[in-house]
């Protein structure tokens, strides 16, 4: 991760207002409200030095509303300084496995509350709204299963409360990864046939290739694609031609890496959250020519018509 703190849009209030509101309004200003884009129509009321009005307000002399580049977006309601905004989105999208709130905290000058609010909220950013199908004629989808998290406990009768091992009582995780493109994770309550069948009707083109690895609960719906081809682990074999599932495995490497190293807790009713983090990353890679700035500006356009609030997401 390389970030240049000397940048001004981590130090000049006007400079970073001036950053977002060309990622947001490339064209021109536009009304959160009406969408009204045409620039005469709006005006800066900041501009104004007869009044004593915060900068970078904006007001619509069709709808007369105000806005700022805060509003409709994740950054709404919040009094955080633009600058650590821009900081924060930057190592965000810069950070192969993430960074935890009380890091951020401790590197921008928040409260630990107040950083930890800011990551879902960029997380949110970063969730992709418009998901087109996956895969296509002549190309490959791997798809894989991972179990994240400890155990759960159970109640077996006569013993009590018992751990129970191996994947057993873990969070599901299912992703996809299209082989030199992009990943989607879904958080599932059950591993099974109609399970994968659904997600993979709802994500993955019906030409595609489907390379999982032996485990049956891949079989039935794989038959409904161009070819579903399949390595066996149990055997130890990892990779035939170019059948493999190394790179989705890849993808969980890094995942649990995050969620192990750095973030180390996720509550289950986040977890699809920080899947939408790793994805976001994983899929704007530097291997696709992204990298770190240009990572960064499509978080931030991400957020445009998001909003999260806190109590909501504290009750999650």
Not at 45 to 68: M, S, V, Y
């Amino acid at each position: 991760m390389t970030v240049n703190l000397t940048d001004p849009i981590f130090n000049d209030e006007d400079k970073a207002r001036a950053y977002f509101e060309e990622i947001r309004w490339p064209n021109g200003v536009t009304c959160t409200h009406c969408g009204n884009a045409n620039s005469a129509r709006i005006y800066s009321i900041a501009a104004n030095p007869a009044k004593k009005i915060r900068a970078g307000l904006w007001e619509c002399q069709d709808c007369h509303g105000q806005f700022t580049v805060r509003t409709g977006g994740v950054m709404e309601s919040s009094h955080v300084p633009l600058t650590k905004w821009a900081l924060a989105y930057r190592f965000m999208a810069s950070s192969k496995k993430g960074m935890s709130a009380h890091q951020l905290h401790r590197s921008i000058g928040v409260t630990y509350k107040t950083a930890w609010f800011m990551w879902h909220r960029i997380r949110e950013a970063m969730r992709e709204d418009v998901m087109p199908p996956m895969g296509g004629a002549g190309k490959v989808v791997e798809v894989d299963e991972a179990f994240i998290g400890p155990s759960r406990d159970v109640f077996v009768n006569d013993r009590g409360w018992q751990k129970q091992r191996g994947p057993a009582g873990k969070r599901i995780v299912v992703t996809l990864v299209e082989r030199g493109g992009s990943s989607r994770s879904i958080k599932v309550d059950k591993l099974d046939a109609a399970t994968i069948g659904q997600i993979l009707r709802d994500n993955v083109s019906r030409q595609s290739r489907i390379h999982t690895d032996e485990a049956h609960h891949y079989r039935p719906p794989g038959a409904d694609f161009a070819a579903h081809e399949r390595v066996n682990h149990s055997a130890k074999e990892y990779a035939r031609d170019d059948v493999t599932t190394n790179t989705v495995e890849g993808f969980f490497s890094i995942f649990k890496r995050g969620m192990t190293g750095v973030y180390q807790h996720c509550g289950e009713q986040h977890l699809q959250r920080y899947l939408d983090e790793f994805d976001f990353r994983f899929s704007n890679r530097a291997a696709l020519g992204i990298d770190d700035t240009e990572r960064t500006r499509r978080a931030v356009k991400g957020g445009e018509g998001k909003r999260l609030t806190y109590r909501p997401l504290s009750r999650a």
